[in-house]
């Protein structure tokens, strides 16, 4: 009887897997908003139009909500019929507003794949579960990666530095704040502690200045500034987190409706911003005519390749995992103002705060 591959593999159903394990893997690549395309036709170098979503259609204190009055209302002594009350001679439906999306482009910039060869031995004898041994290798590969770019174009690109002073006048600037050095005493741990809550204060009045939501808002911060947090008798007591959900993302806690999210990628240094203040847009070819065989899928905003194939000469499987994408901030609109200063296409969605330790107090 000829030996039997021991692992069914279905490729679709192996690639859903797949995006399904990484989603649980990223912390900071779970961050940003998601947009996919499948079976796309383009390269490096083109640029997905993705939709910016329009902010609330405008009320209106006008229009049907303008009340026919009867002429005779004001005389206690006069009894009012209801047929007193004029017909209306202006049209009373509200006006109609407009569900305006526009659109910014995304560049796709990089091919991101990595692969493993399987050899007949390692089918035959040595692999027992492919999940384990092989899919959650390939996906914390990519996690691992994804979480080092994210925080890479973190750095570059959450900072209103942009903005001109008019701009910064009006909606706020980046953070700069001052911190004594530490020297271990309990009075230096709150004076520490003081200084990043008080610059996170600032920092929630520049994000609702701007109109950011206060749902779903992000601190990212280095070890050091977790440590400083953690020492913190005011946020261990009341702000800590003890959520499986919020524990698996590596996110310690909340102050401030931001949720703390800490990564060996950051010094002393704070970046804070919503959700919605950067795209990861991945983007993914059809499959190639020469693969044995492969599967394209999207979860969750994630799209990605699977292709399996066979090294004749080698006797070996290989299977790897590939995607094209690109990063993005989101800006806004043209036409966005803030109490009556134009900021136009440019970013507020998010912002820096910068640390520096000076001498403590007192010596």
């Known amino acids: 009887m000829p030996t039997q591959h021991h692992f069914n593999l279905d490729p679709k159903q192996v690639t859903i897997a797949a995006l399904g394990i990484l989603d649980r893997q990223l912390t900071l690549g779970g961050i940003p908003a998601r947009y996919s395309e499948l079976n796309f036709t383009g390269g490096i170098g083109d640029v997905i139009n993705v939709n910016r979503e329009s902010r609330g259609i405008p009320v209106q204190e006008s229009g049907i909500s303008t009340p026919i009055k009867n002429p005779i209302t004001g005389d206690k002594n006069v009894f009012a019929a209801a047929s007193d009350r004029p017909i209306p001679t202006a049209d009373r439906r509200a006006p109609n507003g407009f569900i305006n999306e526009t659109r910014f482009p995304v560049q796709i910039t990089t091919l991101a794949q990595n692969a493993t060869a399987l050899g007949m031995e390692q089918v035959a004898f040595d692999l027992r579960q492919f999940g384990a041994q092989v899919l959650t290798k390939l996906t914390r590969g990519f996690a691992e990666y994804f979480d080092d770019t994210i925080a890479a174009f973190i750095k570059a690109n959450i900072n209103r530095t942009s903005l001109t002073a008019a701009q910064k006048t009006a909606v706020g600037g980046d953070i700069e704040v001052k911190i004594p050095q530490a020297n271990g005493t309990a009075a230096n741990l709150t004076e520490r502690a003081l200084g990043i809550r008080t610059s996170l204060v600032d920092a929630r009045m520049n994000l609702g200045i701007a109109g950011v939501p206060v749902s779903e808002r992000f601190l990212i911060c280095g070890p050091e500034v977790e440590a400083i947090l953690l020492k913190d008798p005011e946020f261990v007591a009341v702000d800590y987190s003890g959520d499986t959900n919020a ?49 394209v899928q999207n979860v969750n905003g994630i799209a990605t390749r699977m292709l399996v194939d066979y090294d004749y000469g080698k006797k070996m499987d290989t299977i790897g995992l590939d995607t094209m994408y690109g990063l993005a901030t989101i800006k806004e609109d043209p036409e966005y103002a803030v109490r009556g200063t134009v900021i136009g296409e440019k970013f507020v969605r998010g912002l820096k705060i910068s640390i520096t330790e000076t001498a403590p107090s007192g010596g």
């Open 247 to 295: 524990l698996r993302r590596a996110t310690i806690g909340t102050i401030y409706t931001f949720n703390i999210v800490p990564h060996n990628s950051f010094g002393l240094e704070m970046y804070v911003f919503h959700k919605s203040a950067m795209l990861i847009a991945s983007a993914c070819p059809a499959l190639p005519m020469g693969a044995v065989t492969g599967s």
